[in-house]
Antibody, heavy 120, light 107 residues
Framework: EVHLVQSGAEVKKPGATVKISCKVSGYIFSDYYMHWVQQAPGKGLEWMGLIDPADGETKYAEKFQGRVAITADTSTGTAYMELSSLRSEDTAVYYC?????????????WGQGTLVTVSS | EIVLTQSPDFQSVTPKEKVTITCRASQSIGSSLHWYQQKPDQSPKLLIKYASQSFSGVPSRFSGSGSGTDFTLTINSLEAEDAATYYCHQSSSLPQTFGGGTKVEIK
């Protein structure tokens, strides 16, 4: 059975950097793409980017370009999302989600979400 | 960027009623449109993939239709457990995008 388990909640000051992990089980990590999705409090879902763990190729949404870095560690089956220069608007729940073999497939497995609070 | 516009934003419905949610894409996306259900403090769950294909384990009262730019999610005979926010998602092109969501409340 596929599971995506994310790291715990974080509290950061403005200007800081946060790095969230997403550890997978139940499939070969390098076989499936991984997306990251942001959800601000009371708001909708926003696609941030994706990675192909097989070769590390990434694609990012323009909104986050330059501040986000998605990486994958195939030795531990863990994907990471690092967001820098944090501001209050980055306060949100962040989800990892896998679409499987193709980046154009729907996301049928999601992590539980990680709340990041940015506050001085 | 493909913009997905959902309507309505909010719907209050009595049990056993039929619910219809629409999602309009700013350009044609074929059938690369998926629907998710999200309950408070939970992760989104896939309901319908590729516009009309039910995901495994999803109750048969959920169905989807459409292609190109206009899509519909239908919930036949709404049940109390269906209270949630519903999102459409396009995977046709990058950046992938989501609709703004439709909150369904049970009267």
């Amino acid at each position: 059975e596929v599971h995506l388990v994310q790291s715990g909640a974080e509290v950061k000051k403005p200007g800081a950097t946060v790095k969230i992990s997403c550890k997978v089980s139940g499939y070969i990590f390098s076989d499936y793409y991984m997306h990251w999705v942001q959800q601000a409090p009371g708001k909708g879902l926003e696609w941030m980017g994706l990675i192909d763990p097989a070769d590390g190729e990434t694609k990012y949404a323009e909104k986050f370009q330059g501040r986000v870095a998605i990486t994958a560690d195939t030795s531990t089956g863990t994907a990471y999302m690092e967001l820098s220069s944090l501001r209050s608007e980055d306060t949100a729940v962040y989800y990892c989600a896998t679409p499987g073999y193709s980046s154009t497939y729907p996301c049928d497995y999601w992590g539980q979400g990680t709340l990041v609070t940015v506050s001085s | 960027e493909i913009v997905l516009t959902q309507s309505p934003d909010f719907q209050s419905v009595t049990p056993k009623e039929k619910v219809t949610i629409t999602c309009r894409a700013s350009q044609s996306i074929g059938s690369s449109l998926h629907w998710y259900q999200q309950k408070p403090d939970q992760s989104p769950k896939l309901l319908i993939k590729y516009a009309s294909q039910s995901f495994s384990g999803v109750p048969s009262r959920f169905s989807g239709s459409g292609s190109g730019t206009d899509f519909t999610l239908t919930i036949n005979s709404l049940e109390a457990e269906d209270a949630a926010t519903y999102y459409c998602h396009q995977s046709s092109s990058l950046p992938q995008t989501f609709g703004g969501g439709t909150k369904v409340e049970i009267k």
